[in-house]
């Protein structure tokens, strides 16, 4: 989750961050807003799976950081219900 919450304190959005896939301990975020809005999953795991509320998703792709110290990252686009075409930002 400490990699989701600095994500999402860096940009000027401040998107939402869940809890360990688990919704119910993120009551700020809701399944119906996910499948509305899609979201970001970022795991520390190269072959982590998404979350059973992300339905439509891409590939993940690593990230790696400047600093060789700093192991990479995995990001996941979760589609919004409506599917990739849809995303527009």
Not at 46 to 55: G, L, N, S, V
């Amino acid at each position: 989750m400490w990699l989701a919450g600095l994500v999402s304190l860096g940009l000027p959005q401040r998107p939402d961050v869940a809890v360990d896939h688990d919704l119910s301990l993120s009551p700020w975020v809701k399944a119906a807003d996910v499948a509305a809005k899609g979201m970001l999953y970022i795991s520390d795991v190269k072959d982590d799976h998404a979350p059973f509320y992300c339905t439509a998703h891409g590939v993940s792709h690593e990230i790696r950081l400047s600093n060789s110290h700093i192991p990479p990252v995995f990001a996941t686009v979760c589609y919004a219900d409506s599917g990739p075409s849809a995303v527009r930002e």
